[in-house]
């Protein structure tokens, strides 16, 4: 079965840098969008940034563009999220989902992993 593991968040303080990975297996991970979102308790989950199956095409939530970076590693199943410059309002559970669609909506994302938590404090 398709599984999307998350790894590397963590607790930080306001100005620092996380590096999420998102390791995938039981999918042709090479052909699927791949995504980022967050959702921070009492809100609905938002989307942070997308990459092309072959990397030729990015884009980020507003919020975070300019201080995220999407990449992924199609010999590894893996894709990653560079978090700089971290904010307080950044603080939420952090999930990746694969997709056919290149989207920044939930609903065009068809699997999804079980999410890490990044605090970051002020």
């Known amino acids: 079965q398709v599984q999307l593991v998350e790894s590397g968040g963590g607790l930080v303080q306001a100005g620092d840098s996380l590096r999420l990975s998102c390791a995938a297996s039981?999918?042709?991970?090479?052909?699927?969008?791949m995504g980022w979102f967050r959702q921070a308790p009492g809100k609905e989950r938002e989307f942070v940034a997308a990459i092309s199956w072959r990397s030729s095409n990015m884009h980020y939530a507003d919020s975070v563009k300019g201080r995220f970076t999407i990449s992924r590693d199609n010999a590894k199943n893996t894709v990653y999220l560079q978090m700089n410059s971290l904010k307080p309002e950044d603080t939420a559970v952090y999930y990746c989902a694969s997709g056919r669609a290149y989207s920044s909506s939930v609903r065009d994302y068809g699997y999804w992993g079980q999410g890490t938590q990044v605090t970051v404090s002020s």
């Open positions: 039981g999918l042709t991970f090479s052909t699927y969008t």
